[in-house]
């Protein structure tokens, strides 16, 4: 089955599979070939996660959504560990997740844990997605009338990571800006 244009393969399909879309993602397109490599190797559980952006208070539905960054090397490095811990279990993981603009109401991340006992990808797709909101390198910001804000109520940081310079977050609580400099830390 062909890709939509735009995606990036960064994974033989033989082992696992991650892959980097710009924009929202195509489901269907995703589901149809996860789906099918289940069937080709007798996998009898296929366990589904996405995520869809949600219209936070701030946003328009029409125009705003959430903004994607990824550091793909350590995206990599760090699925790379899991597709490990899961090969061990015999299960085959699959994912796929947005870069750049993702508007209200679309996908922007998408997994599937495949295996042949239905208790392992259910035990597995939870742990997955905890550590994947903990610990993937992928930023998101909030897309509000074109201009960017890094939604700091609503993220968490990566152990060992950091961000330098100033940023502007929006508080989606108090519609508040604040300004995140050295003297204000």
Known sequence: MALETGGILLHEPQSS???????????????ERWNSFAQKNNYGAVINFSGIVRQES?????EDGL?????????VK??????????????????????????????????SILSSKRSTALQSIEEFVED??????IWKYDQI???????KARSQSIAGSGLFGEL?????E???EESNTEENK
């Open 17 to 31: 599979e991650l892959l980097i879309f710009e924009g929202a993602l195509e489901l269907l397109t995703l589901y």
């Open 58 to 62: 701030e946003m328009n539905k029409e």
């Open 67 to 75: 903004y994607f960054e990824i550091y793909e090397p350590l995206l």
């Open 78 to 111: 760090w699925f790379d560990s899991w597709q490990e811990k899961l090969k061990q279990k015999g299960a085959f993981l699959c994912m796929a997740h947005s870069k750049g603009f993702v508007g209200v109401g679309q996908s922007s991340f998408s997994v």
């Open 132 to 137: 994947f909101k903990a610990n993937a390198p």
């Open 145 to 151: 009338s074109h201009q960017r804000f890094f939604a």
């Open 168 to 172: 502007t977050y929006l508080d989606s």
């Open 174 to 176: 108090s519609n508040n």
